[in-house]
């Protein structure tokens, strides 16, 4: 059975410090990988998949790597502002298509 | 391209009542998910749709819950009676298929989320 936990649960930051949130899962038999981000009272967002096959996956000032045989993500995010505060989750893609999701890492970037 | 659309997306309701959940998730996608997201944790899977049949529903308290989607294209989530464990957000999810040996540039299998029904038992 998977389970997904995520590292550190909550953060609070100053501006513009560069961020390593992390993700680790017990089954590494996963085709692909997701990071989301979650506003409060809001759906979720997706940021990022990684394919199994690839190493890493960027879009703008993040940047998630995958490292699927020791079963750990790391999603960096680099010049933290305020409007990235939010919480943000991992879901490892495991058989039959199925999303496994972590507690999450609520961030705060103080202004 | 139109998201995945919810409804309703606040309701309160007493113990003991009943509540229903629609979902239509994004054209053209054949798996459709359930979560329940209690306030503070991740979303918890409760039911996976493989167009119109069950994958999994392991996580489903089926005594009190009950989902379909009987034309594999729009799902209802169904608690009855509720009771005040059952208070969180219920969101709804679709993603493509995708095969194992079925990837292609614009099938990634990425999972797209609605915005969530905050069901309240009081």
């Known amino acids: 059975k998977q389970e997904v936990t995520q590292i550190p649960a909550a953060l609070s930051v100053p501006e513009g410090e560069n961020l390593v949130l992390n993700c680790s899962f017990t089954d590494s038999a996963i085709y692909n990988l997701q990071w989301f981000r979650q506003d409060p009272g809001k759906g979720l967002t997706s940021l990022l998949l990684?394919?199994?096959?690839?190493r890493e996956q960027t879009s703008g000032r993040l940047n998630a790597s995958l490292d699927k045989s020791s079963g750990r993500s790391t999603l960096y995010i680099a010049a933290s502002q305020p409007g990235d505060s939010a919480t943000y989750l991992c879901a490892p893609r495991s058989g039959t298509y199925k999303y496994i999701f972590g507690t999450g890492t609520r961030l705060k970037v103080l202004a | 391209e139109a998201g995945v659309a919810q409804s309703p997306r606040y309701k309160i309701i007493e113990k003991r009542q009943s509540v229903a959940f629609w979902c239509n998730p994004i054209?053209?996608?054949?798996?459709l998910y359930w979560y329940q997201q209690i306030l503070g944790q991740g979303p918890k899977l409760l039911i996976q749709?493989?167009?119109?049949?069950?994958?999994?529903d392991s996580q489903l308290p089926k005594d009190r819950f009950s989902a379909e989607r009987l034309k594999g294209v729009d799902s209802t989530l169904k608690i009855q009676p509720a009771k005040l464990e059952d208070s969180a957000v219920y969101l709804c999810?679709?993603?493509?298929?995708?095969?194992?040996?079925?990837?292609?540039?614009?099938?990634?299998?990425?999972?797209?989320f609605g915005e969530g029904s905050r069901l309240t038992v009081l």
């Open positions: 054209s053209g996608h054949a798996t």
């Open positions: 990684i394919q199994s096959s690839q």
């Open positions: 999810a679709s993603s493509q298929n995708l095969g194992s040996f079925e990837r292609t540039s614009h099938n990634t299998g990425e999972l797209f």
């Open positions: 749709f493989q167009n119109n049949g069950v994958v999994d």
